[in-house]
């Protein structure tokens, strides 16, 4: 006897094919975010250097490491203090320290030292692209956070020719 009538098979495998769409419920994955919030708008409490900042994120305190943007090193424990790292560490305290930022966070949500990786708004300010326009920092691209990878390299260039900053400073 056959369950689906004369056309047994196929009716097995589109209850087969029900069965593994309800196990895996695949709507669920593509809709949930486990992560949360693309966005969100927090007081940044401390200026670590120059492209990390702490922020109260959700009730609690979060390093985020702005995406793009690598400044000199200031505080990174074994490495020297390097060339123009206090003047981008100085410059991001001034503009960010004790106001309320804008981070959209990247498509990875954090790096390996467990960083928010996000970039940053200061009302109509984009921080990342502000650092690079000064010439307080170089360009860092990590896939998969590469959304404004080209628009901060032709920065970056503008920059350099002009010898802003980093650029007409510190040794190659």
Known sequence: MRAFGSGGWLGSVVLLLVGAALL??????????????????ALVTRVVDGD???????????????????????????????????RASAFNHRLVEGRRVRFVFGRERRDVYGRLLAYAYLGPRFVNAELLRRGLARTLAIAPNTRFASAFARLESATARAGRGLWGACPP
């Open 24 to 41: 895996l419920r695949p709507w669920e994955r593509a809709t949930s975010a486990p992560t949360g919030p693309a966005a969100a708008t």
């Open 52 to 86: 990390t900042v702490e922020a109260r994120i959700g009730g609690a305190i979060e390093a985020v490491r702005y995406i793009g943007v690598d400044t000199p090193e200031t505080v990174k424990p074994g490495t020297p203090v390097q060339c123009f790292g206090p």
